[in-house]
């Protein structure tokens, strides 16, 4: 498919302003928050709240007349990201969708080792789940937060917590061993992302829990019992084989798993909905997925 003009100034643009993984943590993370001070989609209202004791911004497009609601885990590499780097996105996701979306601001490692991340992560669900029918909630998240997503289920799973009617992850990364043949195979292709800073990323955010532990890395996670899934990314992706593989051992769970693989896209390129329309596409692909599996 050949890739839209926009698409491929994209393309060129994030190559040159991908973040050098040496650069100071602190910096990295103020740089990737600046992405705020892009416009925020209008019809939206925004509110800073917390939600399970966890900080996150919820945003309720101005036309939802349903109690559909969406938990969103931003990406980052479990080091960065917040809501602030991710409302612009996940609002327009909402406007899509027709749904409350809130995103968490789970604690990050180095300072705070896994399952801090995941903890968070529960604690927002099972706080949201005692407001709204778990029914009408979708768990979402990109990159790291599509790993945590999965880890959020599992846990939920195994604590007997009611599951949310469906899960949207974007570029999962699903094994932080980054023994997936894409991360060296896409590794000079994906511009988004430096698959040389992976396995020291994951290193930094389990601690002295090994990078196979199924908590970790949700790829050898039994995966049984989880709601159906839609799992998205692009053929240019260094984390390609983390989505193949999720959707193969997703399905041989007996998982209903939908997976949307976008020809020419790279790491995360949903975020530039609004800038280009193969994001725009995908995000309202993933909108009709979750507005069919939370009809009420």
Known sequence: MKLSYRARSMRRLVARFVQDDKMPLDER?????????????????????TVGGVPAIVATPTDVDSDRHILYLHGGGYLLGSPRSHIAMCARLGKRARATITVIDYRL?????????????????????????????????????????????????????????????LSPWTDLTGSGESVRTKADIDP??????????????????????????????????????????????????????????????????????????????????????????????AARFIRSQTPG
């Open 29 to 49: 993370r103020a740089a990737m928050d600046r992405i705020d001070k892009l416009p925020r989609p209008r019809k939206v209202d925004y509110a800073d709240t």
């Open 109 to 169: 490692a180095p300072e705070h080792l896994y399952p801090a991340a995941i903890d968070d992560c529960v604690a927002a669900y099972r706080h949201l789940s005692a407001r709204v029918d778990p029914s009408m909630i979708a768990i979402a998240g990109d990159s790291a937060g599509g790993g945590a997503t999965l880890s959020t289920l599992c846990a939920l799973r195994d604590a007997g917590d009611p599951l949310p009617a469906c899960a949207y992850v």
């Open 192 to 285: 988004m992302i430096r698959a040389s800073a992976l396995v020291s990323s994951g290193e930094m955010y389990a601690g002295e829990t090994p990078l196979d532990d199924p908590g970790v890395s949700p790829l050898f996670a039994d995966l049984t019992g989880l709601p159906p899934m839609l799992i998205q990314t692009g053929t240019d992706e260094v984390l390609l084989s983390d989505s193949t593989r999720l959707a193969e051992r997703a399905s041989a769970a007996g998982v209903q798993t939908q997976f949307d693989l976008a020809d020419g896209m790279w790491h995360v390129y949903q975020a530039f909905a609004g800038y280009m329309p193969e994001a725009n596409e995908a995000l309202a692909y």
